[in-house]
């Protein structure tokens, strides 16, 4: 909370304790106020809502089950998937279509599969890294809380990264890959990244590529979920296939990428690109694994989406959807929490989230009070390894599945309760 900007005389923590009292006061009056509305909102988790649902129903139209090839989607067969999807993806992330493995409607199913074969068989001819006993995965923090619960399911030890403007802090990163070959690899969401909505630099992709890893076998998962997801403008981001040849590392990186919060979460499609050695090993264990994904799923999400231009107007009309619930969040926070530094938060260009941070002690029980007001949030804890925020103070705020009007009062009740959390603090009761 260092550094606040106040309109106020003084920032909360300079404030004498008669003033903390009757603020405290005022608030508890106002948060039970809440509590009587008997409110039962969910801001846990990053939900398209029902107007984004709808505006995607094209995606079921009755379609020709013949791929453009002739290929008869009902049956067996084509085990990388579609020749059109793989284009179709190509050419949305510009990437050569041949790095491209079409799989299921989740790309969290590609990391976890990614991880069991890692861990089974290795790659590249180097041991498995179910043999290492004290492996070990860089976590930059605060990030996916999904990402950090595969990591532990299969016995990593996590290690904390902290997070800058402009990704993972880079001299942290290579000076720990670079002494330890238990360090398997890194978690990267690399385009408005979850939940801080930080952009990588192109510095930090290149550096990525290049760094010397003690590990000849270390993986970059780059779960690139939000790749189109623009809110305020394109950002750009760099090539990570680029940046790992250029640094002789071409079999470095596994891209993750999907449709779920383009057309449905239940009925997207996503992917994994690599290196066409990589791709070659991941597709002799798919194929002992699968047959083949749901090519009848990837003919109709083509029917609509068709290509980089149409899904660039499809986004942008789901942006006009979502924009304006971050705005009522961002202008909420800005009228609520700016005055006396209650709290920090970015205001992301894109993406599902944005991340907030209260004072140190704060966070839990401003969601403890959250909660038992009637709103749902995403746990205390959950955007770092083993859910411990060594400060207590970050929560991801997932503005996207309330209607407006639900947002505009979860919002305003959301800031109540970390006032008097941090009221509360102040006067030595949490």
């Given at each position: ?63 020709s ?80 809380d ?84 623009h ?24 891209y ?73 969040v ?7 929490l ?12 894109g ?35 083993y ?8 929560i991801?705020?997932?503005p ?5 009007d ?25």
């Amino acid at each position: 909370m260092e550094g606040c900007k106040s309109k106020m005389s003084k920032c909360i923590k300079d404030w004498s304790r008669e003033d903390l009292l009757a603020l405290k006061n005022k608030l508890e009056l106002e948060y039970n106020e809440f509590v009587g509305k008997n409110l039962a909102l969910n801001m846990a988790r990053g939900k398209p809502s029902g107007g984004l649902l709808d505006h995607n129903t094209p995606v079921l139209d009755k379609f020709s089950p013949f791929a453009a090839d002739g290929t008869d989607a009902r049956n067996y067969g084509v085990l990388e998937g579609l020749p059109e999807m793989r284009s179709f993806f190509g050419e949305v992330l510009g990437m050569d279509p041949e790095r491209i493995i079409i799989g299921g409607n989740s790309s969290l199913n590609l990391m976890y599969d990614s991880f069991v074969r890692l861990m089974l068989f290795g790659t590249g001819g180097h041991p498995a890294w179910g043999s290492f006993p004290k492996r070990k995965f860089l976590c930059p923090s605060p990030g996916y809380d999904r990402h950090f619960a595969i990591t532990q399911e299969f016995g990593f030890e996590m290690i904390t990264v902290p997070m800058t403007v402009d990704g993972p802090d880079m001299d942290v990163v290579e000076k720990l890959v670079a002494e330890d070959e238990n360090i398997k690899g890194i978690w990267c969401v690399p385009l408005y990244s979850n939940p801080q909505g930080i952009c990588y630099s192109d510095e930090t992709v290149e550096r990525l590529g290049k760094m010397k890893t003690a590990a000849p076998d270390f993986k970059i998962f780059w779960d690139n979920a939000y790749g189109v997801h623009h809110l305020y403008g394109e950002t750009k981001l760099a090539d990570i296939f680029e940046a790992c040849e250029k640094g002789g590392n071409p079999d470095r990186a596994y891209y993750f990428f999907s449709t779920s919060k383009i057309t449905f979460p239940g009925a997207g499609v996503a992917m994994i690109a690599a290196s066409l050695t990589e791709r070659k090993e991941i597709l002799k264990r798919m194929t002992i694994q699968t047959i083949g994904s749901d090519k009848l799923n990837q003919l109709r999400t083509l029917r609509v989406l068709k290509d980089a231009a149409t899904l660039k107007q499809h986004m942008a009309e789901l942006a006009d959807i979502l924009r304006p619930k971050f705005d009522i969040v961002l202008e909420t926070l800005d009228t609520e929490l700016a005055e006396a530094g209650f709290a920090r938060w970015n205001s992301p260009k894109g993406g599902y989230f944005v991340s907030l941070d209260t004072m140190d002690g704060c966070a839990k029980a401003a969601l403890a009070l959250a909660s038992a007001a009637g709103v749902t949030m995403t746990g205390a804890g959950a955007t770092f390894p083993y859910k411990k925020d060594p400060a207590d103070s970050n929560i991801r705020i997932a503005p996207t599945y309330p209607t407006d009007d639900e947002l505009r009062v979860a919002m305003k009740l959301f800031c109540v309760c970390v006032k008097l959390a941090t009221v509360r603090k102040l006067c030595g009761e949490i």
